[in-house]
């Protein structure tokens, strides 16, 4: 049996797309991203799944920092739909709430329910979490912004359902292993790695310039400075396409030339959300 390590309690949308992906597996809920990924590297649990992105709130806070350092590769990638029920307590009235608890991204999306109610906000670990608070408070004034799971699991009411202010609301999600075995050539493919500049004008221009002149599409990249220091700083890549193509293997042979590191992370099967897009 798979054990599936995740940020968040049972409920939250980490351990939904953790069973979605692995419905046979056990679970192992972690306080953090960094105890998920060193729940794998240290062999307490097989795989991590571990949001990177939402369409509404952009990157996941330092995901992207700890991936390179954790040894671990991205061997699937999952696209979760995100929806927020507003739950309380047994009994509990819309009338009564004047506090609502949830994780900070979650109140970000649900903007539009809590101008509406005008109530005091609370930020929580979790949104799963945040359910727990309440259920163990047992006051009709505190309500939770969370999963649709976690008011059976914590046996609280709905309030009101589906409350995201998108409702295509989407997080992404990869799962991360200790074993790495890339897909053949042949299928949709997306390839993730973390590259360094060298330190010469025009290094990140020319690195990438041969991502553009192969054809090859980045779907991402980002920055993030390494250190204290000013000079280095690391990119994170996501691209369209298999290293053992041509036309990838062209700009990869490229962005090595002007980079002092080029590390892949992970080769894998685009997710068919992504070909619908």
């Given at each position: 049996m798979t054990t599936v390590a995740y940020q968040g309690e049972p409920g939250s949308n980490s351990a939904t797309a953790a069973r979605a992906l692995y419905p046979e597996g056990?679970?192992?809920p972690c306080t953090s991203f960094e105890q998920a990924l060193d729940a794998v590297t240290l062999g307490a649990a097989d795989v991590a799944v571990i949001p990177v992105d939402n369409s509404a709130a952009g990157r996941v806070a330092d995901v992207h920092h700890l991936l390179p350092e954790s040894g671990l590769f991205i061997v699937v990638e999952y696209f979760l739909a995100i929806r927020f029920d507003l739950m309380g307590v047994p009994g509990t009235t819309l009338d009564q709430v004047e506090c609502v608890r949830s994780h900070v991204h979650a109140l970000g999306q649900c903007?539009?329910?809590l101008r509406e109610g005008a109530w005091r906000t609370l930020v929580s670990d979790d949104t799963a979490?945040?359910?727990r608070e309440v259920a163990e408070l047992g006051d009709p004034r505190h309500a939770?912004?969370?999963p649709p799971a976690a008011a059976e699991l914590h046996g609280l009411d709905v309030l009101r359902p589906e409350v995201?202010?998108?409702p295509d609301n989407t997080t992404r999600f990869v799962v991360l292993s200790r074993d790495y075995e890339w897909l053949p050539v042949g299928q949709p493919t997306m390839t993730s790695l973390f590259f360094c500049v060298r330190n010469i004008p025009s290094a990140l221009y020319k690195a990438l310039g041969g991502f553009a002149s192969s054809g090859v599409n980045l779907t991402k990249i980002e920055s993030y400075q390494m250190?204290?220091?000013?000079d280095a700083s690391r990119f994170y890549v996501e691209i369209e396409g298999h290293p053992d193509e041509e036309r990838v293997a062209l700009a990869l042979d490229e962005l090595r030339f002007f980079s002092s590191e080029?590390?892949?992370l992970g080769v894998y099967r685009a997710h068919p959300r992504r070909l619908k897009d």
């Open positions: 056990g679970e192992l903007r539009k329910l979490g945040a359910a939770a912004l969370a995201e202010d998108d250190g204290a220091g000013l080029v590390r892949i």
